[in-house]
């Protein structure tokens, strides 16, 4: 099993939806969750990160963080084309102090 | 904001040469950097990491003596990669922190590195 693991995808979604992006791990000493974006070609980009339980919100988007089911998602709310990218789920643990391990991503597709 | 360059973006070298890659924390101090290697439609992988003063850690399989980290100041690390061979191309990536299990990580644009 995976330390943290994605749907591969491709997620498809019509523009204006919302998109839904999940994310599980497998270490219950993980203390922070972050959401990447990676255009094609491109290096990562932070888009939002989570310490606690319960959502946050940051404009169209909204991370979610259950640590008792050990999931974190990410809502894209009014999708854009410009969303279409590869989102990244990066997870940091007590012991790494700072070390992330990251997903293989969600490649998401906004279709016009 | 927290910016990260990295230099050069891209580089073309022959079978056998050695090339450095520079990654700077432009506006924070960073005490920890991070260098990533990602192939094509591939994830991310994490080849080490660096703390300022110290030695680098490598992941399993990552072959210190061919990329030599050197994490001189809170501001800078280079990646050697030595000797260079067509396999070792690939997209290189750092990223930087300010340290401590929360901190998030702030990634530099990336190096291409094409070895012919």
């Known amino acids: 099993q995976k330390e943290v693991e994605q749907n591969s995808g491709p997620l498809s979604v019509p523009e204006g939806a919302i998109a839904s992006l999940n994310c599980t791990y497998s270490d219950r000493g993980s203390q922070s969750f972050f959401w990447y974006r990676q255009y094609s070609g491109k290096s990562p980009e932070l888009i939002m990160f989570i310490y606690s339980n319960g959502d946050k919100e940051d404009g169209r988007f909204t991370a979610q963080l259950n640590k008792a089911s050990q999931y974190v998602s990410l809502l894209i709310r009014d999708s854009q084309p410009s969303d279409s990218a590869t989102y990244l789920c990066?997870?940091?643990?007590?012991?790494?102090?700072?070390?992330?391990?990251f997903g293989d991503g969600t490649t998401l597709t906004v279709k016009p | 904001g927290a910016v990260v360059s990295q230099h050069p973006s891209r580089v073309i070298c022959k079978s056998g040469t050695s090339v450095k890659i520079e990654c700077r924390s432009l506006d924070f101090q960073a005490t920890t950097m991070f260098w990533y290697r990602q192939f094509p439609k591939q994830s991310l992988m994490l080849m080490a990491t660096s703390n300022e003063g110290s030695k680098a850690t490598y992941e399993q399989g990552v072959e210190k003596d061919k990329f030599l980290i050197n994490h001189a100041s809170l501001t800078l690390s280079t990646l050697t990669v030595t000797s260079a061979h067509p396999e070792d191309s690939s997209f290189y990536i750092c990223s930087a922190s300010r340290g401590g299990r929360g901190e998030t990580q702030y990634f530099g644009p990336g190096t291409r590195l094409l070895v012919l």
């Open positions: 990066a997870v940091n643990t007590e012991a790494n102090a700072g070390k992330s391990t």
